[in-house]
T-cell receptor, first 113, second 113 residues
């Protein structure tokens, strides 16, 4: 079975620019998560989708971050405008449903200069 | 709120040495406990888990026992290999309908030949 796919793997942008990340979850997985992992820290949940609805976005900085999951499959996470402190690895994970194991993609490493 | 504390790294060991990475937690109710591993350049992978007190999770020679009395879930391996070099994360899954994962900061392990 194919795993969680993410692109791009690496991205370097200047502050105040915008960037978008894409995630394709495992087929049939209803729940999709976006995490931010700053170097030396554990992942921080940014947003959780159940199909195409948002379950939890309490830690998403909504003034600059947005995410969508159209048709309940692929998802995009956007940052506009980026700040230096947004430099991190952005992880996407999916699970069959909210009570099942999460499977993680390889992540997108974002560097904001 | 719920939290996870794990020992700081980096940990450097010689091949075939014994490994213990400490993890303690604070939680209401009875959370499930996990160890995830992140190999260089890869996404997070579930290493093992335990869902109730006194359960022992095991995988790839690693073990961890859910100790309710000491609120701990220490990761152990009797003989590490160079291929075990990675970052290890302890996490708990809060009880309830929305199984949010609460993460430790991660412990980096380097095994030298």
């Amino acid at each position: 079975e194919a795993g969680v796919a993410q692109s791009p793997r690496y991205k370097i942008i200047e502050k105040r620019q915008s960037v978008a990340f894409w995630c394709n979850p495992i087929s049939g997985h209803a729940t999709l998560y976006w995490y931010q992992q700053i170097l030396g820290q554990g992942p921080k949940l940014l947003i959780q989708f159940q199909n195409n609805g948002v379950v939890d976005d309490s830690q998403l900085p909504k003034d600059r971050f947005s995410a969508e999951r159209l048709k309940g499959v692929d998802s995009t996470l956007k940052i506009q405008p980026a700040k230096l402190e947004d430099s991190a690895v952005y992880l996407c994970a999916s699970s069959l449903d909210t009570i099942y194991e999460q499977y993680f993609g390889p992540g997108t490493r974002l560097t904001v200069t | 709120g719920d939290s996870v504390t794990q020992m700081e790294g980096p940990v450097t060991l010689s091949e075939e040495a014994c490994l213990t990475i400490n993890c303690t937690y604070t939680a209401t109710g009875y959370p499930s406990l996990f160890w995830y591993v992140q190999y260089p350049g890869e996404g997070l992978q579930l290493l093992l888990k335990a869902t109730k007190a006194d359960d022992k999770g095991s995988n790839k020679g690693f073990e961890a026992t859910y100790r309710k009395e000491t609120t701990s879930f220490h990761l152990e391996k009797g003989s590490v290999q160079v291929s075990d070099s990675a970052v290890y994360f302890c996490a708990l899954e809060a009880a309830g309908n929305n199984r949010k994962l609460i993460w430790g900061l991660g412990t980096s392990l380097a095994v030298n030949p």
